[in-house]
């Protein structure tokens, strides 16, 4: 069974020298749609920055999720840097819902003299 997740990652201080072998990578363990390059003084990379949805399968968890993604930059990189995984569940996100009536529609609109263009 797969499990919807939304992934942000950020590799702090990579590997400069690198940064094609790191992206490859992250490339081949998640989709990610947004990737970008932090940089500091001097133009230098910072940290990279990625976000993408896609789907935990064959039971794996987050934990195993994270230790797989590190082990394979750590590898990519040819030494350590470190690296933050925010793991988001979209399954089964909080939500609230807003039924906007009659009554909302005088209190919002009527009440407050707005006109119907």
């Known amino acids: 069974m797969s499990r919807s997740y939304g992934m942000r990652v950020r590799i702090v201080k990579p590997n400069t020298r690198k940064l094609k072998e790191i992206q490859k990578a992250m490339d081949e363990i998640w989709q990610f749609t947004d990737l970008e390059t932090v940089k500091g ?3 230098s990379v910072q940290a990279i ?3 993408g949805e896609s789907s935990l399968c064959g ?18 990189s ?5 690296i933050e995984i925010d793991a988001t569940y979209l399954e089964d996100l909080p939500y609230s819902t807003h039924v906007m009536g009659h009554d909302e529609y005088v209190d919002i609109i009527v009440n407050n003299n707005i006109k119907n263009t």
């Open 41 to 43: 003084k001097g133009r």
């Open 49 to 51: 920055e990625a976000y």
């Open 59 to 76: 039971g794996e968890s987050e934990e195993e999720f994270a230790e797989r993604f590190a082990a394979a930059i750590w590898k990519a």
């Open 78 to 82: 040819g030494g350590y840097c470190e």
